[in-house]
């Protein structure tokens, strides 16, 4: 999945793509990009980069368009005949002047930025949260899983997000809250699980599984209808709005787990929030990005969409989520 940037957009979104390119020019001992492309599209139609094993960047010959995928950022631009022209301008300026990007924004803080202004506070004129649980590592039957903890983020006054945390304790006065809620609730695999679990926990029926997963807005839900594909949270925040979760692997998880569990650690507790907290903001800023931006790129289509779209798809193919429990969320 990538970013698709106009130039326009190159120059006003914080990244990356332009320095990195220069650092291929210069590998390349090119003093302009035309020579650049000149030199690499003798040896082919895809000529691709690599450091130390990963793919750096790529460039691709379309016949009248170039396409340059930058791999570390995750962007992708496009260049028709004028295109390459101010594109050639872009990296010229860049080399002579030495260009400071300081004055650009990253993506997080362009949606943030609107989002300040109340125009996401709602969805249709309706109220929205975000949430996200953790739970033991029992996760092959749903009715015997138990739930830890959880973070809501809710929209507030003044443009605000605020945060709840949720715990044991508070859980049934929580998804009694998320029952009475008018209206949107926004998860990752959250009818597949959040919503299952939440309420298996407060011995809740399967009505109100229902009625939590009627008002959901699922975006694990709505990328697959979308793209096709099962695509983890960690892997459309990394390349969308450049933000990861804050543990790297299962086994960091598993460690901390026992770590509360066994030893009742309060910092592996508070690892735990912060990790939890941290996965509502992850959700937050890809939904805001798709209100934002209206669009997905993968595997060379873009996907343009509507609001309505983005509300709609996310609770289809429910039945197809029931695969995924039990596998590792940090894949």
């Known amino acids: 999945m990538y970013k698709r940037f106009t130039l326009d957009e190159l120059k006003t979104v914080q990244n990356t793509f332009i320095s990195n390119f220069c650092s291929i020019l210069k590998k390349e001992h090119c003093a302009v990009a035309s020579d650049l492309f000149k030199k690499i599209f003798k040896e082919g139609n895809e000529i691709y980069y690599m450091y130390r094993g990963d793919f750096t960047f790529r460039f691709q010959n379309n016949n009248d368009e170039y396409v340059l995928m930058d791999e570390k950022e995750k962007v992708q631009v496009i260049l028709d005949e004028q295109g390459k022209r101010e594109f050639q301008g872009m990296i010229k300026n860049y080399i002579l002047k030495k260009e400071k990007t300081t004055w650009q924004k990253s993506i997080e803080q362009i949606l943030l ?17 975000v949430y996200d649980i953790e739970t033991d590592t029992n996760i092959e039957n749903l009715k015997e899983t138990k739930f830890l903890l959880a973070y809501a983020m809710y929209p507030t006054a003044w443009n605000k997000m605020t945060y709840e945390y949720v715990d044991q304790e508070w859980l049934q006065a929580f998804v009694q809250k998320m029952l009475d809620f008018d209206w949107y ?54 390349a ?17 787990y026992k770590k509360y569990i066994e030893e009742n650690d309060l910092d592996a507790l508070e690892e735990f929030k912060k990790y939890c907290k941290n996965d509502v903001r992850m ?20 996907i343009i969409f509507t609001l309505e779209d983005l509300v709609e798809k996310s609770r289809q193919e429910v039945k197809s989520t029931n695969h995924m429990i039990g596998q590792n969320m940090f894949e």
């Open 240 to 256: 969308l709005v450049n933000v990861s979760k804050t543990l790297s692997s299962w086994a960091q998880w598993e460690v901390l």
């Open 185 to 238: 609730i926004v998860g990752f695999n959250s009818i597949a699980f959040d919503n299952m679990v939440s309420v298996y926990n407060v011995d809740g029926s399967e009505d109100d599984i229902k009625q939590l997963n009627e008002k959901s807005i699922d975006l694990f839900l709505f990328v697959r209808a979308m793209t096709g594909k099962r695509l983890w949270l960690n892997k459309i925040a990394e």
């Open 113 to 129: 930025d609107e989002f300040h202004t109340g125009k996401y506070s709602t969805i249709w004129w309706k109220n929205y949260m």
């Open 283 to 302: 959700t937050m800023l890809i939904f805001l990005y798709f209100m934002h931006f209206k669009k997905l790129f993968i595997e060379g289509e873009e």
